[in-house]
């Protein structure tokens, strides 16, 4: 993966609603926190605006990042953000350490490819309606693609594509189709707006009828 991605953290001791909010309002850092990997979870803070600012990449969300706290580096994904209710500020962040040899559970989005020039929108008029934006995936760090691609250019009006139809690249698997075949989620669909096809359909009903008066004429 060609981005990387490094977030400078310092240690945290002070715990509580209290101490996040002074860290907050005073340091202008967040807390958060690192997890996993068999060791204890570590608290940190990070400084807001350097993660506000990383999070206008999507990509953060499906890159292994870089944690550097005092000097020391450790590589982790991110599996939690939360912000606050109203206010355009992030509050909490949470991080996963990644081993090399250990399978991770990534959300990843969904790209849809040549979407303006795929003739069931261009020349027949539907519309991909996305039913997911994302898929979580599982495979090993160094087999974590950005996003996964689905190309519109062959789909039919009306035709449904779910998970299982997905080209995964290799390495990468999707967990929620070991389940069984009622946990293989549509992911896009490419239909005509519901106006377009009632008017269709009405047209057709109005030309089916002129044509059984015109029978009854001719009787």
């Known amino acids: 993966?060609?981005?990387?991605?490094?977030?400078?953290?310092?240690?945290?001791?002070?715990?509580?609603?209290?101490?996040?909010?002074?860290?907050?309002?005073?340091?202008?850092?967040?807390?958060a926190i690192i997890y996993g990997g068999g060791k204890d979870a570590t608290p940190i803070s990070i400084w807001h605006n350097e993660l506000k600012k990383a999070l206008e990449n999507e990509a953060i969300f499906s890159h292994i990042l870089t944690i550097n706290l005092n000097g020391k580096k450790e590589s982790v994904i991110m599996k939690d953000l939360q912000r606050h209710p109203y206010k355009l500020l992030l509050t909490h962040?949470?991080?996963?350490?990644?081993?090399?040899?250990?399978?991770?559970?990534?959300?990843?989005?969904?790209?849809?490819?040549?979407?303006?020039?795929a003739p069931a929108i261009k020349t027949y008029g539907g519309v991909a309606?996305?039913?997911?934006?994302?898929?979580?995936?599982?495979c090993l760090p160094k087999d974590l693609p950005e996003f996964l691609e689905i190309d519109l250019t062959d789909i039919e009006m009306d035709q449904v594509v779910h998970m299982s139809d997905l080209k995964l690249p290799e390495g990468v698997?999707?967990?929620a189709l070991q389940h069984g075949e009622e946990h293989d989620q549509?992911?896009?669909?490419?239909?005509q707006p519901k106006g377009v096809?009632?008017?269709?359909e009405a047209d057709?009903?109005?030309?089916?009828g002129e044509g059984e008066e015109g029978s009854e004429d001719k009787e």
Do not use: Y
């Open 173 to 175: 698997r999707i967990p």
């Open 129 to 138: 309606f996305r039913l997911m934006t994302e898929v979580e995936i599982a």
């Open 1 to 31: 993966m060609s981005q990387d991605f490094v977030i400078d953290a310092f240690p945290r001791d002070d715990k509580g609603r209290g101490a996040s909010r002074r860290l907050r309002r005073e340091e202008r850092k967040i807390p």
């Open 204 to 208: 057709e009903a109005e030309g089916e």
């Open 186 to 191: 549509a992911i896009v669909s490419v239909n």
């Open 93 to 117: 962040a949470d991080f996963q350490r990644v081993e090399q040899d250990q399978e991770i559970f990534v959300q990843v989005p969904v790209h849809l490819l040549n979407e303006e020039t």
């Open 197 to 200: 096809k009632a008017d269709e």
